[in-house]
């Protein structure tokens, strides 16, 4: 398979454990100063008082009030997954969301995969208080996976727009919806919180935050945390390591205005999961792994002597390798200036900075060493450093609450491919490669690529109460962004053709919407949503496989398709009915999508040295439908259930260098056309219970629809106690929660490395986890 691990972002933390249960919470009362976004902190009162579900503890809101279809995870939701689990996991609970990881943390990020009614990681928006993440996809040139820019233990809350994110968003891939992350601030008052977590795997996790409270009448306080996780892979050799640290400070100002200011540093070392295909689950076994520690396998299996079992496989020579990891090292700080002007006026600014370094090694047996050594090591080094601006204003006045804004983001990506030499059997092992590499081993530049760009959004809206009841969101944002490479190295040798390098812009000046919420009886409203969105092209280093961007392909090819190649665009339309009360909370919607210019990364043949380019395969149409019910009947108990159904299917057929492709009417691939979830929490006192169970329907494999994989059931436990205070420790917590109940094996990740239009036998997907068992024990102070 071909190794195209640059980044390692440590995205989803010992996920997928303990599910979220939904209740109702509604909130009720207006602030007593205007924020920065109207749709989020001012149009939320209804002038009813709050009921006693408002009491419970709150997991997920369903959008009451909003004109578009929003979703809301809260603190509680988090707490009753294993500490450390990805906010990403977490939303999956919700209908239309699809999250994927080959183990039950969330940890390899290089598995991580997020889609919302069809729409990959790459097409949606991701912000953390604001911040852009950029499109969390592996390779990601332009943000920062949302777990290592937040110790999952900080997170307040998540929001999340399904279909159309709001226009204020910072994002520039924002087509299919966002996810906005909000942290929790420090303390008011002195103490701290500690939590360890051990289980399967050796798993073991260390977690401590620690609050100054308020140092002043101002109420000046900050908060640093630490988490450090170390976790072996649930198959093969190797584990994952990562150390994280958060600080936070806030310094109160009048008018309840406030001045925040932030830092993140993260480090990750990572080993990878073996890729799988059919052949190789049905030879090998759903265990099949790398080699490490052991170099002689390895180096025999270069040379073209395999174990019994891999041997059974196709491709005995792509089915293992002696390791893969990355390693990476973040920075990520900003201030934000939240500044009422007045009752009516607020100003709003944040100013911010990324870097990121780091690199990926892949002990590859296509290439040998100088020295004899029939295998060597392949090297990426990528760096990432970025920085801007947000500032944006809120005028309410009358009946209108008015927000205009600017979003700037400079940003620099550098990446290159080394390969070192490897020893002779007999004179040493490559060893550890989240170690480092040996720098004076290199001895060839396959090519080394230095990307900039340049991202100016603004954006305007009126959110227009028409009545106490009626309300409508209407704005536009204009979006240009500037992008382009120079080629420093390159060794077409190698390459065995001259890589792409140039320039593309992605800009439209009118990207509208609009957006109405009527609550035309006590409990009831209907919302609807229309909007238009733009995705700029994405970066990538040359044959990396894994985003589909331009810069990936060849000189020629990218020259060929830059004359007709146009940005991702789509037209969202989404109406629906939300019913919210003590004992009921129920949603219900309909979609339609129509994706134009949509951008695909074609794979030809086996995953090393394959034949790749991005080409636009036409429009697709997206129609879906979504509901949700939580029932809560008697104190304690809370009963979800979530149903969704999306036919995404593509409008034409295509014609590549092998002829006419016969994609019309055919699924998208990688994302189910049904999914139901459910989820029983029960509280008896200080004993908490939830049971949770997700069916994913089959997922095509390629565009033509001729290879698919089975759908799955999966099934979650977890429990939590109570045993009170004890001495300065207050709520002396213990949990304990199962993955995978059933022990279901299953495919998870599909198709990471690229789509094939047909089967090839060279369509690679990740397996999940088994049955995973986990205990933390937590307190206060």
Do not use: C
Not at 114 to 140: A, H
Not at 234 to 251: E, F, R, T
Not at 472 to 492: E, H, P, R, T
Not at 640 to 651: E, I, K, L, R
Request: aromatic share 12%; no cysteine; hydrophobic share 35%.
């Amino acid at each position: 398979m071909v190794k195209t691990r640059i980044f390692l972002t440590v995205s989803t933390l010992l996920s997928g454990i303990g599910s979220p249960l939904f209740v109702y919470a509604q909130s009720n009362t207006a602030p007593a100063v205007i924020k920065s976004d109207p749709e989020k902190h001012v149009e939320k009162n209804d002038g009813k008082k709050k009921n006693a579900a408002d009491n419970v503890e709150s997991i997920a809101v369903f959008g009451h009030g909003s004109t578009r279809q929003t979703m809301s995870i809260g603190r509680a939701s988090m707490q009753q997954s294993v500490p450390g689990t990805s906010a990403l996991k977490v939303l999956n609970e919700l209908p239309g969301v699809l999250y994927q990881s080959a183990d039950p943390f969330g940890v390899y990020e290089y598995s991580s995969q997020i889609f919302m009614r069809g729409f990959s990681q790459s097409q949606l928006g991701f912000t953390l208080d604001d911040v852009p993440l950029g499109d969390q996809q592996f390779n990601n040139y332009n943000g920062l996976g949302v777990t290592r820019a937040i110790i999952s233990d900080n997170i307040g809350s998540v929001n999340v727009s399904q279909g159309a994110g709001g226009i204020d968003v910072a994002s520039t891939s924002n087509l299919g919806g966002a996810v906005e992350i909000h942290s929790i601030d420090p303390s008011h008052k002195r103490g701290g919180a500690v939590s360890q977590t051990f289980g399967s795997n050796a798993t073991f996790r260390t977690f401590a935050r620690l609050d100054s409270g308020d140092l002043n009448e101002s109420g000046t306080r900050f908060s640093v945390s630490y988490a450090r996780l170390n976790g072996d892979l649930w198959k093969g050799q190797g584990y994952d390591h990562s150390d994280q640290v958060n600080a936070k400070l806030v310094q109160p100002l009048a008018r309840e205005s406030s001045l925040k200011v932030f830092f993140d540093w993260s480090s990750t070392q990572q080993f990878d999961y073996q890729d799988m295909t059919k052949n190789w689950l049905s030879t090998a076994g759903s265990n099949l792994s790398n080699y490490y520690p052991d170099y002689t396998a390895a180096y025999q299996a270069a040379q073209g002597t395999y174990p019994a079992q891999i041997s059974k496989t196709n491709d005995p020579k792509d089915a293992a390798y002696y390791a893969g990891t990355a390693n990476r090292v973040d920075y990520l700080g900003g201030i934000t200036l939240d500044e009422n002007l007045t009752s009516n006026l607020n100003w709003k600014t944040t100013l911010y900075g990324h870097a990121d370094t780091g690199y990926s090694t892949w002990t590859t047996p296509y290439k040998a060493s100088p020295n004899g050594a029939p295998l060597s090591q392949r090297v990426q080094q990528p760096q990432v450093a970025r920085g801007g601006f947000e500032s944006a204003v809120t005028w309410k006045v009358a009946r209108h609450t008015l927000n205009a804004g600017v979003w700037y983001e400079y940003g620099n990506f550098e990446t290159g491919r080394y390969f070192s030499q490897a020893p002779l059997l007999g004179q040493g092992t490559l060893g550890n490669p989240t170690n480092g590499f040996p720098g004076d081993k290199i001895f060839a530049t396959a090519w080394h690529e230095a990307f900039s760009s340049n991202t100016f959004v603004f954006h305007m809206q009126d959110t227009y109460r028409v009545t106490d009841t009626l309300k409508i969101n209407a704005g536009f944002k204009s979006m240009i962004v500037n992008a382009g490479n120079s080629v420093l190295a390159q060794d077409q040798a190698i390459n065995g053709k001259p890589i792409a390098q140039g320039h593309l812009e992605a800009s439209n000046a009118f990207l509208p919407q609009i957006s109405a919420n009527w609550r035309f009886l006590p409990h009831h409203e209907l919302f609807f949503d229309v909007s238009h969105n733009m995705r700029s092209f994405p970066e990538d280093g040359f044959a990396t496989n894994i985003s589909a961007s331009p810069w990936t392909a060849s000189q020629a090819s990218f020259q060929e398709t830059k004359k007709n190649l146009r940005p991702e665009t789509d037209w969202v339309y989404e109406g629906g009915y939300r019913f919210s009360s003590q004992y009921i909370s129920a949603l219900a919607s309909l979609y339609r999508i129509n994706f134009s210019n949509r951008l695909q990364l074609i794979t030809n043949s086996a995953g090393i040295n394959p034949i790749t380019a991005v080409q636009n395969v036409g429009g697709v149409t997206t129609n879906g439908a979504e509901a949700s019910i939580t029932l809560r009947p008697v104190h304690g108990l809370s009963i979800y259930n979530s149903f969704s159904y999306a036919h995404s299917t593509y409008d034409q057929n295509v014609v590549t260098s092998n002829g006419l492709q016969a994609t019309r009417g055919k699924l998208v691939p990688n994302y189910p056309q049904f999914m139901y979830k459910a989820n029983i929490a029960y509280q008896l006192g200080d004993l908490n219970l939830h049971v949770d169970g997700s069916y994913i329907s089959r997922r095509e494999l390629t565009y033509t629809n001729d290879l698919h994989v089975p759908g799955y059931f999966l099934m979650n436990f977890g429990a939590r106690y109570n045993f009170g205070d004890a001495g300065p420790f207050k709520g002396i917590n213990a949990s304990f929660n199962i993955y995978n109940l059933a022990n279901k094996t299953y495919i998870a990740t599909t198709n990471e490395l690229g789509n094939n239009f047909v089967n090839t036998g060279y369509n690679y997907f990740l397996m999940g986890a088994p049955r995973q068992f986990f205990g933390t024990i937590s307190t206060a102070f």
